[in-house]
């Protein structure tokens, strides 16, 4: 049995639909033309508060009654929106300071959206106010399938510096620290004279004429995750308890570091996401598909919706390029692939007013007659052959470690090189994999590692002793563990682990950073791996492996698997491995691109027998597999690349897309197949 998102059967397909924009003359043509391109999910009001509720005391939910009947009537479902991510100007006016503040003390005004404190009681309650006035009256419409709460939590705006948000800081860190001598110890208030005596003295990290104290500006980033969670849990819990039974989502910005989407997608019912990939980037869908694992992640591989895409160009970038003919169906297959169940869009109808009138859409300004409108309808005709594979699952190969709080504790000022940054250390590794066919899955350091022979840490520059546990346990019990530079350096309160890092992880790794030798702009570092030469970038490290007889372990210490060839480091060790039973445990010091990350990371794959999804698979041919419930696969081979390329399959399948049985097949440039391959004997 596969679950679906919501009680729309098969894969959903749609837009974000903003009608208070449009007469009732353009709904009507509106909806007809959903009907034509085979639309049957729409997100209706994401900006609609000023309509919803044009004054204080006065509400208009007229419209939306018509809207809804309308949509209803010709077999559409809604997903509609709480309104809440832009609030009216008479709110605004009656509460001035609901605007948020800058950390040098700009108060930003009205007239664009997210214009909100997010710890200021009138916007909170004044948003929670309108989320149960829509649950109330739509919540037994029959064309409401989900709840779409506010939009795009952080974006525009995470943090706020006002009076109220000081004071909701300094709630936040009582319940955090208990008490103030509590707080001066994981501050470290000692240094440059910091110390409070009371709460009350604290404030949040305004502009400052020098570097701010580390661990409040994490302690920040942590509550300005929380205060914005607290927002949507609040409307969250409103719509549960007015509309029970109905899912509740929020979209998701893909790998955005302002929120923690660990804690953030235990309060969501399903995980949706914006996705934006740029067209005009070669590489675009190597990230892309970075993104989509996540989301796929967060909720332990269960299916997520892509929320929002655009048709063709975007008008937020300074140069919004295109998608060319091929390229938009490719990369709706590319979230499928990964396991959504559906690919939404920002928006139906393109505006004509307004910040986003260059934006593309589902229907485009030329209407009808536009290549973007043939597209539309194209791709919902073949996702409708492809609705059974709504509910099944995508599961990685390999595991990669990613914590929030580390990545923002490592791109903290005043560290050896400000060229340490998450995704950029991310994106080699992530690369390499996805070029050799390994397909991930994201999990947060203390996470469920076993299923997985191996684990992946690109950087846990802060790591907690009792996560470092976790993974010296999985090796311990057979995993085979790669960490890269820069890890284990220190504790949840930002201070330095004693003894030299990577800390909590050093007798694991069986080595230790004498120094770290951070590497300027435009230089590089030699490596000898086995004869094939390489090169460190930005990072490396003067590391020292552990002597085997000092160990208190029964196992060897670690071996120099790559040494540096060049500089002050020359004959030092690089890149090492300590064996326990049957486990590993390595250690890669410096930061390298993709091709030689890929050339180190080549061993432990070996070593853990991870390997391609589909073995074989030429050059720019991407192939993931969805497994339904009762042991169906899904094989999409989605082909980036500008040449055909001929993809032989390991089991013979029916191409959903053109119905066509297979035991291998052609990809034109842009070309892709979804691949139906019944269960094995074994597996039925
Ligand atoms: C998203 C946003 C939409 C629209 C879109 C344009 O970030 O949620 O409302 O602005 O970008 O690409």
Request: charged content about 20%; glycine content about 8%.
């Amino acid at each position: 049995m596969t679950m679906n998102l919501t009680r729309v059967p098969g894969l959903l397909y749609g837009g974000d639909w903003n009608p208070e924009q449009w007469s009732e003359e353009v709904w009507a043509e509106d909806v007809k033309l959903m009907a034509e391109a085979g639309v049957n999910l729409v997100t209706v009001g994401v900006f609609s508060w000023a309509r919803l509720q044009p004054a204080a005391h006065s509400w208009d939910f007229g419209w939306l009654d018509r809207l809804l009947d309308l949509v209803h009537a010709h077999g559409i479902a809604v997903d509609l929106a709480t309104a809440t991510a832009s609030p009216p100007a008479w709110l605004v006016r009656a509460h001035p300071e609901l605007l948020p503040v800058t950390a040098d003390g700009v108060r930003l005004e009205f007239g664009s959206r997210q214009h909100y404190c997010p710890s200021s009681t009138a916007y909170r309650a004044a948003a929670v106010r309108l989320t149960r006035a829509l649950a109330t009256r739509y919540r037994h419409h029959p064309a409401l399938v989900l709840w779409h709460v506010h939009n795009e939590y952080g974006d525009h705006v995470q943090e706020c510096f006002c009076p109220a948000s000081a004071a909701d800081f300094r709630r936040w860190l009582r319940e955090r620290h208990g008490t103030v001598e509590e707080l001066n110890r994981s501050w470290g208030t000692a240094f440059w004279s910091q110390r409070y005596n009371s709460f009350d003295q604290v404030e949040p990290p305004r502009t400052a004429p020098g570097p701010v104290n580390p661990t409040q500006l994490l302690d920040w980033r942590r509550f300005c995750s929380d205060a914005l969670l607290a927002l949507h849990r609040a409307e969250k819990a409103a719509l549960d308890e007015i509309s029970p039974g109905v899912p509740v989502t929020t979209n998701f910005m893909s790998m955005f570091k302002a929120l923690d989407y660990w804690e953030w997608s235990r309060h969501e019912d399903f995980v949706s996401d914006d996705a934006y990939p740029d067209p005009a980037d070669p590489r675009a869908h190597v990230n892309a598909a970075m993104n989509y694992d996540l989301m796929r992640s967060l909720k332990a591989g269960r299916p997520w919706l892509l929320m929002e895409q655009a048709p063709s160009a975007v008008s937020w970038r300074p140069v919004n390029v295109p998608k060319p003919p091929g390229l938009y169906r490719l990369w709706s297959l590319q979230a499928l692939a990964r396991g959504a169940d559906g690919v939404l869009h920002f928006q139906w109808r393109a505006s004509v007013a307004g910040a986003e009138k260059f934006h593309s859409a589902m229907l485009p300004h030329r209407g009808t007659a536009g290549r973007g409108w043939r597209e539309t309808v194209a791709l919902g005709a073949e996702l409708r052959r492809l609705g059974e594979v709504a509910g099944s699952r995508m599961r990685g190969r390999a595991a990669v470690l990613l914590d929030w709080d580390s990545w923002w504790a490592l791109e903290l000022d005043d560290h050896p090189s400000a060229r340490m940054r998450w995704l950029d250390l991310l994106r080699p590794w992530y690369a390499a994999l996805y070029e050799r066919g390994v397909t991930v899955d994201f999990l947060p350091p203390g996470g469920e590692l076993t299923r997985y022979p191996l684990a992946l840490a690109p950087n846990l520059y802060l790591l907690d002793t009792a996560d470092a546990d976790r993974l010296d346990a999985y090796v311990r019990g057979g995993g085979h563990l790669v960490c890269g530079p820069f890890s284990g350096v220190t504790d949840r309160h930002d201070h330095i682990h004693p003894g030299g890092q990577p800390g909590p992880l050093r007798e694991l790794l069986g080595v230790v950073v004498d120094e770290p030798w951070p590497i300027p702009d435009g230089e590089s570092t030699a490596l000898d791996l086995d004869g094939v030469g390489l090169s460190a970038l930005r990072w490396s490290e003067w590391i020292e492996t552990s002597d085997a007889e000092a160990s208190d372990t029964e196992t060897n210490g670690a071996e120099t698997i790559a040494h540096y060839t060049s500089g002050p480091l020359a004959n030092r060790p690089a890149v090492t491995r300590r064996r326990h039973g049957d486990g590993t445990a390595w250690y890669l010091s410096c930061h390298l691109d993709a091709a030689d990350t890929g050339r180190v990371l080549d061993l432990p794959l070996a070593e853990a027998g991870v390997g391609a999804e589909l073995p074989g698979l030429p050059a720019g041919v991407e192939a993931t597999r969805r497994r339904a419930a009762d042991g169906t696969e899904y094989l999409f081979l989605l082909n980036h690349g500008s040449v055909e390329r001929y993809v032989a399959l390991d089991r013979p399948g029916t191409d959903l897309l053109t119905g066509t049985a297979a035991t291998g097949l052609t990809l034109a440039p842009l070309g892709a197949a979804v691949l139906r391959i019944p269960p094995t004997e074994e597996r039925a």
